[in-house]
């Protein structure tokens, strides 16, 4: 059955917006807000809330109804290709597959100084209830930390051993997050190292569709929980689990 978003009542196609335009504030400028809203197919268009970001700037908050509509039975969706596993299954994976520790280098690269995801990921405290993969006595965990090099990961990959890199990419303006993941891949293929690699990217712009083409084996978005990074990785060095 076809849908449309809910705002006071069924159908009703109720969307609020938000975007600056490159305009000082003024009646101008919140005429071309209501025109270019109505451009992208809204109805009954309101500017509810217009404020100068500067002197050469207004953002705005603008509702609309919109004349679009989806059926949700007729979307793809893609399920995780993974089973989620306990401490335990995951500790008993690794010992079995490679008779030794699973070595993860993690780091946050290029500009990006957020840390918080990596570490969600990564630390012994973990996140959202989970514990981190260094709580995991079969995992060895190297946290590189904040606006690391991707030739530092490099070095560390070789000295480490590493069967595990991830990236964590918080900034995305101008793209910076698929620019630095590239280049952390782009390093690793010109030092020979990402053929053996498993390879992981995350951060809350991302979602799981954006592997293939940024060449990584997985992105994790907004959310991820360390218990899903670890079964991913227990899953990629052992194939499925028998239950
Ligand atoms: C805390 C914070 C900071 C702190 C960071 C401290 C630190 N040590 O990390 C400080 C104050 C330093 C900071 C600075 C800046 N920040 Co800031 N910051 C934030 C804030 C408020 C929270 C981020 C956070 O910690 N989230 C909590 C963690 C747990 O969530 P997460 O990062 O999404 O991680 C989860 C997943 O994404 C995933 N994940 C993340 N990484 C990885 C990696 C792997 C391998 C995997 C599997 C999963 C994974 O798992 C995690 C757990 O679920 C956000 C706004 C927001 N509410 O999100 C802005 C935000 C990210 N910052 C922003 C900006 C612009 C900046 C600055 C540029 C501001 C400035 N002008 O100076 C600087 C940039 C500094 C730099 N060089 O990077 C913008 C980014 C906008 C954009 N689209 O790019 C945001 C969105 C704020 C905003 N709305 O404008 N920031």
Not at 113 to 134: N, P, R, Y
Not at 202 to 210: I, K, T, Y
């Amino acid at each position: 059955m076809e849908v449309k978003p809910y705002g006071d009542a069924r159908n009703d196609g109720l969307v609020q917006l938000s975007f600056t335009l490159p305009v000082p504030e003024s009646e101008r400028a919140r005429q071309a807000a209501l025109e270019l809203a109505r451009k992208m197919g809204f109805q009954r268009c309101q500017v509810v809330h217009m404020k100068a970001m500067g002197p050469d700037f207004t953002f705005f908050v603008m509702y609309g109804s919109t004349s679009h509509s989806i059926d949700p039975d007729l979307v793809t969706v893609t399920e995780r290709e993974f089973p989620l596993l306990t401490v335990p299954e995951i500790n008993r994976v690794i010992r079995e597959s490679l008779k030794r520790r699973l070595v993860v280098v993690g780091a946050c690269t290029g500009t990006d100084a957020h840390t918080v995801g990596l570490d969600a990921i990564l630390s012994m405290k973990g996140f959202a209830g989970d514990k981190g993969l260094e709580y995991l006595q079969e995992m060895q965990v190297v946290n590189m930390g904040a606006q690391v090099d991707p030739g530092d990961i490099v070095e560390v990959v070789r000295r480490e051993q590493a069967d595990a890199v991830l990236i964590s990419q918080v900034v995305t303006q101008r793209d910076a997050h698929i620019v630095h993941l590239t280049q952390v891949r782009e390093a690793l293929q010109t030092a020979g190292e990402r053929e053996r690699l498993i390879l992981v990217g995350g951060g809350p712009r991302f979602s799981p569709e954006q592997a293939a083409e940024l060449g990584y084996d997985r992105i994790f978005g907004r959310g991820t929980k360390p218990s899903e990074v670890a079964s991913f990785l227990a899953h990629r060095i052992a194939g499925p689990v028998p239950a």
